[in-house]
């Protein structure tokens, strides 16, 4: 893996924080030329200061706005000439049953979640066609089992890998490699600013973070397998476990699935 990164272009949506921050950690010592993107000045600043690297682009971008993604795309495009690998990486959650939520909440967990990377992905196709690049997709297990309390999440990670798996068939022959990326439970910020169902950041999440696997673990088995152009990568063990009973015994995985996210036949958030 060490030298398949040396100066590769890597977009990377949403590297402020979590999963994104720890890839671009690991990547610039491996050689490789960042591009990345969020939303909050401070918190990208607060990248630019921790790097201050010459192989690192930073620019503020909302992903769920179409032009915020070509400007951002363009940019990387006139920055370094090149795009090796886009990782469609930033995304949101949401905590709230479908009875309480605004529908505003699941339109904005798709905009960010999936629409974000139909965008860039579609913006920067062309340079990857011409790079034979790759294209990942950071989903989640939420793809392969609908996670109640979180319908909008999942539905978009769903939708992700299905439209992933789609061009990657359509791609097949150009030389692009796409695959995406399933985490189970990852230490990050993602909870305490999932959406509740008015549209507010949750804060405070219940979940016990100790035993979850951190971000920097995740970016390893990330780099790892697009190093070694998998199709897909589905971490943790009960991320696993979770999968195969979803597929082999689906019933069950309800009754579990709800004793898992329900405490006294209230949602645990
Ligand atoms: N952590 C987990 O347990 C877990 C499990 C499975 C899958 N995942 C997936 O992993 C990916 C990364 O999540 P994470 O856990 O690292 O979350 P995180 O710690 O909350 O980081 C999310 C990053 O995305 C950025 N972001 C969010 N919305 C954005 C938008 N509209 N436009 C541009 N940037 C945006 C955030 O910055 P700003 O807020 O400043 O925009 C931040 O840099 C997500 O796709 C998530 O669904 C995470």
Redesign the pocket.
Known sequence: MNSFFNNKVVVI??????????LIELLIPLGANIST????TQ??QNLKDAFSSQQLFVME????NQN?CTQFIQSTLSHYGKIDILI??????MRSLLIDCDLDVIKKVM???FF?AVYCTKIALPALLQSKGTIVG?????AYRGLPGRSG?SAS?FALNGWLEAIKTELLHTGVHVMWV????????????ALNEKGDAQGESPLEENN?MT?KE?AQHILQAISKKKRTLILSAQGKQTVWLNKLFPSLADTLTYKFFFKKNKLIK
């Open positions: 949506t949403g590297g402020s924080d979590g999963i994104g921050k720890a993107c969020g939303r909050n918190k990208l971008a909302d992903i769920s915020n469609n990486n930033a995304g949101i959650s905009d960010v979640n974000g950071i989903s989640s297990i939420a999440y990670k399933c985490p189970g439970f990852t230490k990050s910020n993602i909870r305490n600013v979850l971000s995740c």
